[in-house]
């Protein structure tokens, strides 16, 4: 266990601090609420960026830039989505700096005030729409399949790197349809592969469903999310798809020609995944020697460590490493060769632990005589001796079997903490003394929702799409129920 | 030539803007001075990203991200750095909205403003020096090689699409050192990365040299750029790279401990290029047809147009064009087919023209017959008829020599258009008349600069590193210089 890390099991919260700083991932900046994302952090969400933005142009889309601010107008005409973000914004009101009457201190220059207020975007759909207003006027120019990477700015009052802060940077995607049947497709596209990526490269399982009418986002008709379950028993969303209906073309004025010549509003999507995503990665499964980074996100996947005494040794191990770092290069894995000499090989063992590197390659002198290396896996940490010419068909293997089984823990982990609940007492007494996901009846209301919120801080994290349907009760209110929802304690 | 844009030859300007909007490239937002970056203009950007991104990975720099915001009174501790942006700063004062007394409209809260106001980023280098000051403690710490992609915003007041605008994205290096030696070897690196990026990729032809002392960045001891000639005669300065001394480290208090045990403060450099190398690339290069786009940045590099006249000669045009295309793709080019039969093939000839591409195919059904196929390009325009059977062993030489060709074109007309002069009354004439680059002596002082600046809007575009020693006589004072400096009208 890394010592300079709190335990997991002692004090969760602690733990995921301490991981992120020790682990080089992210640190807190001079600007409340704002993040530094240091390299090690930001090369995983490269890795993150570059896997959705390949799946977004396969599907069909195209990125575009729009800009930072959002004219206060603009914000106010859709009249849901100004009031979920109002409380929260960063607000630019002047443009000039100058010195003080003293000479001596420098002042926002009161003469240089805007006329009209510009937001620093939370989201774009309002700036957004008001471009495709110009862009749009027949059924020719749909649909409009456009993503963009941003910086976006919500004026949390309390955060966490990665989980929430002030800054953060996301992708998200504004899609316009000429009908609402092809927009609610787009927005189950969308939400599926955010769940084949979650699955497949984050090792996440997660449920796909709908949020209910409190969850949803502030104008849409409809969210759909993934939801992932974290190792302190607490959901993480992470990520949404917004089908918007018309309520963004009406707000703008956005119409269009169909094919039979009749004037209709346009549809809409919007989805959207976040650094928040890192944040995920870390907590569902990382453990008390530090990060465990699926091998399709890690930024290096092996490391090769040498063993030596002498500048000598040194000196033939790194011919003999060199050679299997470029095999293995060539097999398309990301290495790196560690042959500083100012740090032992066991502060190297542990601090790429702490870093998750998946797979840890040593090779000593011995090594070297016997031409065999001994490789490390980081999910297990079970160590094996293989011979040296073995590397390139044992190691890609390695990797995709670690891949597996850390999806395959996480899997496990959350059966093991889902829980099917018909009576209030067990629903109460599982989230104060397990945690984990609950699948229980819900009578449909807002106002039941509302009261289990307040009584227990769970709130419905989604409606699976694939809970199947069946006669209950609702937990609560004990009301007629149609189907069980997925309740939780959520980040 | 396409009749919907301005002739270039008599009003570059309006050719300029007018291709920008034409080619979908990008548009003016509802912020004043934001421009809206379109798929068609964003992807190209994506092209410039990936090739500076690798050669910055390549040069062993990483990529990381700082806060938006900047405290204004980080803002102020550099003296010449605030001085060169205090005058178009974005501003936030405020982080709230709310309803006014009425409930109809949405205000500033008044009682959610900031204690201190935070500036959105014109450049980082303080709130990166701010965080550089907590990881350097010695030596062993140095250097830092860390890039950022980002937006940054300068509240410009005459914009225009790409050249300037108020909030542009770019890269943004930021490096530190433990000796002047090795932050001045960074400087040098990288505006030769920048220089090797502008000639190879954009097909620009630049002049590396020293900014003078006036045309510095804030808070730099030295300047390099590389400076393009545009087709009208004006100057383009397209990346710049600062050694920035001792200055941010004595700002910002940030020392480390040499290797003999002894304090000293960090030696920095900064670097950047922006979506204003769009620009360049469009005006160094377009023509009255449209854009021209060198082969290794455009993001479609062949497209193939089918001629038809019926729906079955279209099926058959198909398959040949598919093979084609996949044949192609299998090469590594960016191939796009276009089979929509709304438009007519002379217009998509037209349109691709204006977008740039620079390889068209077009197959008839006499092709289909003949197993040829007419390739034109688009820098000569010039077409040709070829085997079918041909097609890949022709085409990418074809853009190889097409790469070639813009970038010889490019430097030709900038031999052409290069004075030597030494007479006061020369220097008028050629910048009224002709324009282009003017190499002449200069007596070194930021007086004689500032006054012919005032006199032509000329300004020293740089100092050029290879230009060699030769007495002389400033152009302007006729006092003595060493050698000759490069001025021209700018963007």
């Given amino acids: 266990m890394a010592k300079f890390l709190t335990n997991r099991d002692e004090n969760y919260a602690q733990w995921y601090n301490d991981l992120v700083i020790k682990a080089d991932l992210a640190e807190n900046s001079a600007v409340r609420g704002c993040m530094v994302i240091k390299p090690n952090g930001y090369a995983i969400w490269e890795k993150i960026q570059a896997e959705l933005d390949r799946m977004f142009k396969a599907t069909g889309h195209?990125?575009?830039?729009?800009?930072?601010?959002?004219?206060?107008?603009?914000?106010?005409?859709?009249?849901?989505h100004v009031k979920g973000f109002a409380k929260e914004c960063a607000i630019v009101t002047h443009y000039r700096l100058k010195n003080d009457e003293t000479g001596k201190n420098i002042i926002v220059d009161p003469s240089a005030k805007l006329e009209e207020e510009l937001i620093i975007r939370p989201t774009s759909e309002t700036i957004i729409w008001n471009s495709y207003k110009n862009w749009i006027h027949s059924y020719?120019?749909?649909?409009?399949?456009?993503?963009?990477?941003?910086?976006?700015?919500?004026?949390?009052?309390?955060?966490?790197?990665?989980?929430?802060?002030?800054?953060?940077?996301?992708?998200?995607?504004?899609?316009?349809?000429?009908?609402?049947?092809?927009?609610?497709?787009?927005?189950?596209?969308?939400?599926?592969?955010?769940?084949?990526?979650?699955?497949?490269?984050?090792?996440?399982?997660?449920?796909?469903?709908?949020?209910?009418?409190?969850?949803?986002?502030?104008?849409?008709?409809?969210?759909?999310?993934?939801e992932?379950?974290?190792?302190?028993?607490?959901?993480?969303?992470?990520?949404?798809?917004?089908?918007?209906?018309?309520?963004?073309?009406?707000?703008?004025?956005?119409?269009?020609?169909?094919?039979?010549?009749?004037?209709?509003?346009?549809?809409?999507?919007?989805?959207?995944?976040?650094?928040?995503?890192?944040?995920?990665?870390?907590?569902?499964?990382?453990?008390n020697h530090g990060l465990v980074i699926p091998p399709k996100l890690a930024p290096v996947q092996v490391i090769i460590?040498?063993?030596?005494?002498?500048?000598?040794?040194?000196?033939?191990?790194?011919?003999?490493?060199?050679?299997?770092?470029?095999?293995?290069?060539?097999?398309?894995?990301?290495?790196?060769?560690?042959?500083?000499?100012?740090?032992?090989?066991?502060?190297?063992?542990?601090?790429?632990?702490?870093?998750?590197?998946?797979?840890?390659?040593?090779?000593?002198?011995?090594?070297l005589e016997n031409m065999t290396v001994e490789v490390a896996r980081r999910d297990t940490l079970k160590k094996v001796t293989i011979p040296a010419k073995e590397i390139n068909s044992f190691i890609p293997p390695l990797l995709d079997e670690i891949q597996k089984n850390i999806y395959n823990k996480a899997l496990k982990f959350r059966k093991e903490n889902t829980h099917y609940l018909d009576k209030w007492s067990d629903f109460l007494e599982i989230l104060d003394n397990?945690?984990?996901?609950?699948?229980?009846?819900?009578?449909?209301?807002?106002?039941?929702?509302?009261?289990?919120?307040?009584?227990?801080?769970?709130?419905i994290r989604c409606i699976p799409f694939d809970s199947p349907a069946e006669e209950g009760k609702c937990i609560y209110s004990g009301k007629p129920s149609e189907r069980r929802v997925l309740f939780a304690r959520s980040y």
């Fill in 62 to 80: 195209v990125n575009a830039y729009f800009p930072l601010f959002i004219p206060k107008s603009f914000f106010s005409r859709e009249a849901a």
């Fill in 140 to 226: 020719r120019d749909l649909p409009i399949l456009i993503n963009q990477w941003a910086n976006v700015v919500r004026w949390e009052m309390r955060t966490r790197l990665f989980l929430r802060t002030a800054e953060f940077l996301w992708q998200e995607g504004h899609t316009a349809h000429a009908t609402r049947e092809e927009a609610i497709e787009e927005t189950l596209k969308m939400i599926n592969v955010y769940a084949e990526f979650a699955e497949n490269f984050m090792a996440l399982p997660v449920i796909k469903g709908y949020k209910s009418e409190n969850e949803r986002f502030a104008g849409a008709l409809d969210t759909y999310a993934i």
């Fill in 228 to 287: 992932a379950l974290m190792q302190d028993g607490k959901a993480l969303q992470a990520g949404t798809s917004h089908f918007l209906g018309q309520n963004f073309a009406k707000a703008f004025d956005v119409q269009f020609t169909d094919k039979t010549g009749k004037l209709d509003y346009v549809w809409a999507t919007s989805w959207g995944l976040s650094t928040r995503t890192i944040g995920a990665l870390i907590m569902a499964h990382s453990d």
């Fill in 305 to 367: 460590i040498p063993i030596f005494k002498s500048p000598g040794q040194l000196s033939d191990l790194s011919a003999f490493a060199e050679k299997i770092k470029t095999d293995l290069e060539k097999a398309g894995l990301t290495v790196k060769y560690d042959d500083r000499d100012n740090n032992k090989p066991g502060w190297k063992f542990s601090d790429y632990e702490l870093k998750g590197v998946p797979v840890r390659i040593a090779i000593g002198p011995r090594d």
């Fill in 434 to 459: 397990q945690g984990g996901f609950i699948m229980a009846h819900w009578d449909g209301t807002s106002e039941t929702e509302e009261k289990i919120k307040q009584e227990t801080k769970a709130t």
